[in-house]
């Protein structure tokens, strides 16, 4: 055999071993209004094919963090809904071969995408014969909070702080007492409720009731008073005092703004998500 004939020969071998590895390359296809936070405990450089919304997967185990969010809604009233809470996708062991994915009842409209934020349920399915998955095979549950709406949560730690972290590299000590910690919703979706540390106001250390308390207490007790003496002054008839950019009530620390958002209410706490969300 020639020279030439051989080298075809092994590029074509190559080229059909490639071909032959695409194909029985394991794939869960991700449905519309879902993005993928977190694979395995990576948040980037996961085989994640934005284009057709594929996750490329190898044979075995997988975690994968998924978010429900878009903009819905018509041309006159349209918004974005994000949910508070993802699902944790588990695979327990992942076939070489396999081509899974999952279906949901899409939201036709901006109402149905707020309610359906509030109330994930999905469907496992086999892509291609559209036959439901077992538990066995894969399972899922909605991973919530105890503080609340977490802004920017850090899904990785937030999974990490109840015992449930898989990312092979590298391993997560498991907590201990996190039986308690798992429900189910009335729609029978389990859920399992990440401790504080996973929140980015909560993750970040207290402010140390030093200088930085002192200046707290001073700028919210100088901005009450500065309130007072412009609420006397107007039913005087009397002009009132503009709190200047420069002065120390608008030089709040972001350990400050944390420190406050962590002793607000419930209530406060939505308001104030609600303001960051439309900003």
Same mark, same amino acid.
């Given at each position: 055999?020639?020279?030439?004939?051989?080298?075809?020969?092994?590029?074509?071998?190559?080229?059909?071993l490639?071909?032959?590895?695409q194909a029985?390359?394991? /794939? =869960?296809?991700?449905?519309?209004n879902?993005? $993928?936070? *977190?694979?395995? !405990?990576?948040?980037?450089d996961?085989?994640? @094919? &934005?284009?057709n919304?594929?996750? /490329? =997967?190898s044979?075995?185990?997988?975690?994968i $963090?998924? *978010?429900?969010? !878009?903009t819905f809604?018509?041309?006159?009233? @349209? &918004?974005?809904?994000?949910?508070?809470?993802?699902?944790v996708?588990?695979?327990?062991?992942?076939?070489?071969?396999?081509?899974?994915?999952?279906t949901?009842?899409?939201p &036709?409209?901006?109402?149905?995408?707020?309610?359906?934020?509030?109330?994930q349920?999905?469907?496992?399915?086999?892509?291609?014969?559209?036959?439901p998955?077992?538990?066995?095979q894969a399972?899922?549950?909605l991973?919530?909070?105890?503080?609340?709406?977490?802004?920017?949560?850090?899904?990785?730690?937030?999974?990490a702080?109840v015992?449930?972290l898989?990312?092979?590299?590298?391993?997560?000590?498991?907590?201990?007492?996190?039986?308690?910690?798992?429900?189910?919703?009335?729609?029978?979706?389990?859920t399992?409720?990440?401790?504080s540390?996973?929140?980015?106001?909560s993750?970040?250390?207290?402010?140390?009731?030093?200088a930085?308390?002192?200046?707290?207490?001073t700028?919210?007790?100088?901005?009450a008073?500065?309130?007072?003496?412009?609420?006397?002054a107007?039913?005087?008839g009397q002009p009132q005092?503009?709190?200047?950019?420069?002065s120390?009530v608008s030089a709040?620390t972001?350990?400050?703004?944390?420190?406050l958002y962590?002793?607000?209410?419930?209530?406060?706490?939505?308001?104030f998500?609600?303001?960051?969300?439309?900003?």
């Amino acid at each position: 055999m020639s020279k030439l004939g051989a080298f075809l020969k092994v590029g074509a071998l190559a080229g059909a071993l490639a071909l032959s590895s695409q194909a029985y390359a394991a /794939t =869960l296809a991700i449905p519309m209004n879902y993005s $993928v936070e *977190l694979v395995d !405990g990576q948040d980037s450089d996961f085989g994640y @094919n &934005r284009f057709n919304r594929t996750l /490329t =997967l190898s044979e075995g185990r997988h975690q994968i $963090v998924l *978010l429900f969010e !878009g903009t819905f809604g018509n041309a006159a009233e @349209n &918004r974005l809904i994000q949910a508070a809470n993802p699902i944790v996708l588990e695979i327990a062991n992942m076939p070489a071969d396999a081509n899974w994915t999952f279906t949901y009842p899409i939201p &036709r409209s901006l109402d149905d995408a707020d309610r359906y934020s509030r109330a994930q349920k999905i469907n496992l399915v086999d892509a291609d014969t559209k036959a439901p998955l077992s538990a066995e095979q894969a399972n899922y549950y909605l991973l919530t909070s105890d503080s609340g709406f977490a802004i920017l949560r850090d899904y990785r730690a937030d999974l990490a702080s109840v015992g449930r972290l898989y990312a092979p590299a590298p391993v997560m000590k498991e907590l201990a007492d996190n039986s308690a910690r798992v429900s189910t919703t009335i729609n029978g979706v389990q859920t399992v409720q990440a401790r504080s540390a996973g929140n980015i106001f909560s993750s970040q250390p207290a402010a140390p009731a030093t200088a930085a308390g002192a200046v707290m207490s001073t700028t919210v007790t100088a901005a009450a008073a500065q309130n007072q003496a412009n609420a006397t002054a107007a039913a005087q008839g009397q002009p009132q005092t503009v709190q200047s950019l420069s002065s120390p009530v608008s030089a709040a620390t972001y350990n400050q703004l944390v420190e406050l958002y962590n002793n607000a209410d419930d209530a406060t706490k939505l308001q104030f998500v609600k303001y960051i969300m439309s900003h």
